[in-house]
Nanobody, 123 residues
Framework: VQLQAFGGGLVQTGGSLRLSCTAA????????MAWFRQAPGKEREFVAT????????VHADSVKGRFTISRDNAKNVVYLQMNSLKPEDTAVYYC?????????????????WGQGTLVTVSS
């Protein structure tokens, strides 16, 4: 699967951004998707995941209530709506395509990764 993430940028604390990730190469509705992020000097961490149909979503505790993952299988796109952004949300955000129709917090369950899009939240 070829993934391309975009939508990052510079935003002030409390602001919003919507990240998008387009997919090509496999039937988009066959697999789960996820967003991960990596802040400077830190390990990559799980942000949110969604199953193949969009019926099941899981968010990391650190973003719960502020971020929402969704998908549009007709358009082959997965989104990450980010509201009430904080400086600690600053990171490169990566989308990933899963190996199955399910969802997972584990990076090992994702074979294909996008190039990342940088989100910077200023205080």
């Amino acid at each position: 699967v070829q993934l391309q993430a975009f939508g990052g940028g510079l935003v002030q604390t409390g602001g919003s951004l919507r990240l998008s990730c387009t997919a090509a190469g496999r039937s988009f509705g066959d697999y789960g998707m996820a967003w991960f992020r990596q802040a400077p000097g830190k390990e990559r961490e799980f942000v949110a995941t969604i199953n193949y149909s969009g019926g099941i979503r899981v968010h990391a505790d650190s973003v719960k209530g502020r971020f929402t993952i969704s998908r549009d299988n007709a358009k082959n796109v997965v989104y990450l709506q980010m509201n009430s952004l904080k400086p600690e949300d600053t990171a490169v955000y990566y989308c990933a395509a899963g190996t199955s129709s399910s969802f997972s917090r584990a990076m090992s369950m994702y074979n294909d990764w996008g190039q990342g899009t940088l989100v910077t939240v200023s205080s």
